[in-house]
């Protein structure tokens, strides 16, 4: 899990720095541009990660003091992520299907994949009624690599709507990326899409893509989907 933390979040800031080079002042104004809008669960677990960097290095005298301890994380957002309330749904699809950029959220809405297989996913795997989910976009800074699903039960199959089909561009070529053609979107390019979006889309402002994963597990309660079936359409590996 750390490991990733760092990957993720640390190393596209300070990954080819010179740790005697990193300040406090530094690190304080990374946390408060990255990680203001993240979980409060997020920032606990990248303050542990860069705590214990630190006191590595200066257990192998490559600090004197470890500039974590003078750090003031930002608070985060608190509590469980809620869906979409199912009044508005209908508003917002309507919206996305409208909307000329509205392709990535309006799939998100309806089929629940993570925002990285969405980013992952190439015409090879879209077929006319589902999509086969077998790889995933994980960001580097602002570089894409395409890697495996979260974990092993990440790989399936699940419907694909009628009204996400018709949203979609025209069919590229097999390896080409349904969203970014040749490459995948790179972090910055995904933000800007969600921001342009979340502007015209009143329904959409406030919502993260991880929140349309959470509607998409309401709708499927709402609609009787047995629990089994639930996880195996979120590519979960256990129930809980």
Same mark, same amino acid.
């Given at each position: 899990?750390?490991?990733?933390?760092?990957?993720?979040?640390?190393?596209?800031?300070?990954?080819?720095?010179?740790?005697?080079?990193?300040?406090?002042?530094?690190?304080?104004?990374?946390?408060?541009?990255?990680?203001?809008?993240?979980?409060?669960?997020?920032?606990?677990?990248?303050?542990?990660?860069?705590?214990?960097?630190?006191?590595?290095?200066?257990?192998?005298?490559?600090?004197?003091?470890?500039?974590?301890?003078?750090?003031?994380?930002?608070?985060?957002?608190?509590?469980?992520?809620?869906?979409?309330?199912? !009044? /508005?749904?209908?508003?917002?699809?309507? +919206?996305?299907?409208? %909307?000329?950029?509205?392709?990535?959220?309006? $799939? =998100? &809405?309806?089929?629940?994949?993570?925002?990285?297989?969405?980013?992952?996913?190439?015409?090879?795997?879209?077929?006319?009624?589902?999509?086969?989910?077998?790889?995933?976009?994980?960001?580097?800074?602002?570089?894409?690599?395409?890697?495996?699903?979260?974990?092993?039960?990440?790989?399936?199959?699940?419907?694909?709507?009628?009204?996400?089909?018709?949203?979609?561009?025209?069919?590229?070529?097999?390896?080409?990326?349904?969203?970014?053609?040749?490459?995948?979107?790179?972090?910055?390019?995904?933000?800007?899409?969600?921001?342009?979006? !979340? /502007?015209?889309?009143?329904?959409?402002? +406030?919502?993260?893509? %991880?929140?349309?994963?959470?509607?998409?597990? $309401? =709708? &499927?309660?709402?609609?009787?989907?047995?629990?089994?079936?639930?996880?195996?359409?979120?590519?979960?590996?256990?129930?809980?």
């Amino acid at each position: 899990m750390y490991i990733n933390t760092f990957t993720v979040h640390l190393f596209p800031e300070i990954g080819f720095r010179r740790i005697a080079d990193i300040t406090a002042d530094e690190l304080q104004s990374m946390l408060t541009r990255t990680l203001s809008d993240k979980s409060s669960s997020l920032i606990d677990k990248v303050m542990l990660c860069l705590r214990q960097v630190f006191d590595a290095a200066k257990e192998d005298d490559l600090i004197t003091k470890n500039p974590v301890n003078r750090l003031k994380p930002p608070e985060g957002t608190l509590g469980e992520r809620k869906p979409v309330p199912y !009044q /508005k749904i209908g508003a917002l699809a309507d +919206g996305l299907v409208s %909307h000329p950029d509205g392709l990535l959220p309006l $799939m =998100l &809405l309806y089929t629940g994949m993570r925002r990285g297989e969405a980013l992952g996913l190439t015409w090879r795997n879209v077929h006319s009624d589902h999509i086969d989910i077998v790889q995933a976009a994980v960001f580097d800074g602002n570089k894409t690599y395409i890697g495996e699903p979260k974990t092993e039960a990440g790989k399936r199959s699940i419907p694909l709507v009628r009204v996400v089909l018709d949203k979609m561009p025209p069919r590229g070529n097999d390896d080409e990326f349904v969203f970014g053609g040749e490459k995948p979107f790179t972090q910055s390019k995904c933000k800007r899409l969600w921001q342009r979006v !979340q /502007k015209d889309v009143p329904e959409l402002q +406030g919502v993260f893509p %991880h929140i349309l994963r959470h509607t998409y597990t $309401m =709708l &499927l309660r709402r609609a009787g989907v047995d629990p089994a079936t639930a996880q195996y359409l979120l590519g979960h590996e256990d129930y809980s």
